[in-house]
């Protein structure tokens, strides 16, 4: 299923570092998403509460009060169609791992990957749900589940 960015649609971007929210919201406004922004995943989670439809999620892995697996989780199990970016400072094949395990599209080391996630966000069919991938200081790359 394609994701297309259209300005009812909502983006929940979780960063509790404000120049880094700051960059992110305005990136994924730029690709045509109403934002919703938080600074914890508490304050997310309650951002989105009376939503009915995610179109998008974009979390760090680490807030003061969770991880970005346990809202990785959270948010997978009640939006089961939201595309779910994770962004940390940690190249990690276990982290990558239990991303995905827990419903993750995309694991983005920052600052590395942040323009070529937005040129997906903006071309028609450059997301889809069945997306699994890894962006990096290499570039994007499809993570494969056999690889250990």
Do not use: C, W
């Amino acid at each position: 299923m394609s994701i297309e960015a259209t300005s009812d649609r909502a983006a929940l971007v979780i960063d509790d570092t404000p120049a880094n929210r700051d960059f992110l919201e305005r990136l994924l406004a730029q690709a045509g998403y109403r934002i919703l922004g938080a600074s914890s995943g508490a304050a997310g989670m309650e951002r989105v509460k009376d939503l009915d439809h995610l179109a998008l999620a974009l979390v760090d892995m680490q807030l003061p009060d969770t991880n970005g697996l346990q809202l990785t989780y959270d948010l997978r199990r009640r939006y089961p169609d939201v595309y779910i970016i994770v962004a940390t400072m940690y190249d990690e094949r276990s982290l990558m791992e239990s991303v995905f395990h827990k419903g993750g599209n995309v694991f983005l080391v920052k600052p590395h990957g942040f323009m070529e996630l937005y040129k997906r966000l903006i071309t028609p069919n450059g997301i889809t749900l069945d997306d699994r991938l890894i962006i990096d200081q290499y570039g994007p790359r499809p993570y494969n589940l056999a690889r250990t």
